[in-house]
């Protein structure tokens, strides 16, 4: 079966790790923007200077410059079987491009999940988020405790709050995920092709009903 997925969801919702699972369980390539972009800045290629200022100022890369990313990335042998898509598309133009790209590609049968959690549960998830300083390991004080208070299992360092996890911070950028990601949603809704799932609860078990929508 091949499986050719957009998966959409708040900054927060555990999105990230479930589509790293969902792609080693079906064989398929996790294509994150957000990754490639990173990426890019850190080799210093002339799409990382371009995008760098933008990303840092917490806006949107051109859309033509993302639609030829995801355009080349899906020509790749990897992405024959199928790919999960993580952060594309976030406007309506990237959406419509892409429908055109996977028709052309013999690519037909998009589908597209929306992971939902409410913005107080993601904001209450985020305040008791703690990052090692030392390993990028993260924990939750409630969810995933670390053994000793403040220190990381894996490497000893310290753990902290990263400085973007504040409530404000948050609640900024859920505020602008909605308002990017709303006419993405109702593209796909009028088409018939939007899923949604509750993403409230342990990770196996928002797993467990990831896999149910996809059957
Ligand atoms: P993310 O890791 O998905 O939150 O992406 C980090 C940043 O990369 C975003 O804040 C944007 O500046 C940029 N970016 C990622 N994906 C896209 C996209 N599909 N369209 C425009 N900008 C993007």
Known sequence: MTMKLIFIGPPGSGKGT???????????????TGD?????????????????????????????????????????????????????????????KLDTIVSGNGQGDLRVLQLLVPDEAIVKRI?????????????????????????????????????????????KRLESFHRQTAPVASHYKAKQLLREVNGIGPVDQVFERIEKSLN
């Not at 030392?134 to 405790?145: D, K, R, T, V």
């Open 127 to 171: 305040a008791l988020r703690r990052t090692c300083a030392q390993c990028g390991a993260i924990y939750h004080l409630e969810n995933q405790p670390p053994a000793a208070k403040d220190v990381c299992d894996k490497c000893g360092g310290a753990l902290i709050a990263r400085p973007d996890d504040t409530e404000t911070a948050v609640r």
């Open 18 to 32: 479930q589509a790293k699972r969902l792609a080693s369980r079906f064989g398929i390539p996790h294509i994150s």
């Open 36 to 96: 490639i972009l990173r990426e890019a800045v850190a080799d210093g290629t002339a799409l990382g200077q371009q995008a760098a200022p933008i990303m840092a100022a917490g806006q949107l890369v051109p859309d033509d410059l993302m639609v030829g990313i995801i355009r080349e990335r899906l020509t790749k042998a990897d992405a024959k079987k199928g790919f999960i898509l993580d952060g594309f598309p976030r406007t309506l133009v990237q959406a419509e």
